[in-house]
């Protein structure tokens, strides 16, 4: 049980372009899920928090135009990157809560790596 | 806001050597206290957490945390190291409003 899942796992670009990754929760519904940028050898840092049915939360420093988040469901959750440039290339992962779950447990998706040229 | 410190950026052990990672946070309330792995080309996974209870928390493939709130620390361990632990490990802080904040990380490489 719970499996996220992240959908492209690589995706290429042109610079310019608007790319969109979706985080799904398969076996449980989530009404808070995260996303998070991580740079080689680099830690996880939390880009925002995406409340389902509600506007995302960004953490400081995060543009909320160029990196759109939408949450229409209790078991998916979009990022697109819009208007990508080089600098955007990163590794995106998104992690999901369990709705019935407890002690703040969230459960991982496994990676969307951007390349922007 | 909360903050997690990781004292070692890269670690370099042989097998059946016994292992140590270095966690503190700050954070003025109460937190949940996670440590997960990163294999070579895979996602997180999660080794072992502390929500309340017994300060030493056993997780998965033989690893176990102690919680020391008067530290703030969550030290990682492992009695005896195997090559396939090598990976990247990373200690993570999550509040009651669910917001986590993890370490920098920590490379461990196990010589065969």
């Known amino acids: 049980g719970a499996v996220v899942s992240q959908h492209p796992s690589r995706v290429i670009c042109k610079s310019g372009t608007s790319v969109k990754i979706e985080c799904r929760s398969l076996d449980f519904q989530a009404t808070t899920m995260f996303w998070y940028r991580q740079f080689p050898k680099q830690s996880l840092m939390l880009m925002a928090t995406s409340n389902e049915g509600s506007k995302a939360t960004y953490e400081q420093g995060v543009e909320k135009d160029k990196f759109l988040i939408n949450h229409a469901s209790l078991t998916l959750s979009t990022l697109t990157v819009t208007s990508a440039h080089p600098e955007d290339s990163s590794f995106y992962i998104c992690s999901a809560r369990d709705l019935a779950g407890v002690n703040n447990e969230q459960f991982f998706g496994p990676g969307t790596r951007l390349t922007v040229l | 806001a909360q903050s997690v410190s990781q004292h070692n950026h890269h670690v370099i052990l042989s097998e059946a050597a016994s292992l140590e990672l270095g966690c503190n946070y700050s954070?003025?309330?109460?937190?949940?206290l996670f440590w997960y792995v990163q294999y070579p080309g895979q996602h997180l996974q999660l080794l072992l957490k502390?929500?309340?209870?017994?300060?030493l928390v056993k997780g998965i493939k033989g690893f176990e945390a102690e919680f020391i709130k008067s530290k703030f620390s969550f030290n990682l361990r492992k009695p005896s190291v195997q090559w396939s632990d090598t990976a990247e490990y990373f200690c993570?802080?999550?509040?009651?409003?669910?917001?986590?904040?993890f370490g920098d990380g920590t490379t461990l490489t196990v010589k065969p």
């Open positions: 993570a802080v999550t509040t009651n409003a669910g917001k986590s904040t």
């Open positions: 954070y003025g309330g109460t937190v949940n």
């Open positions: 502390y929500f309340s209870g017994d300060p």
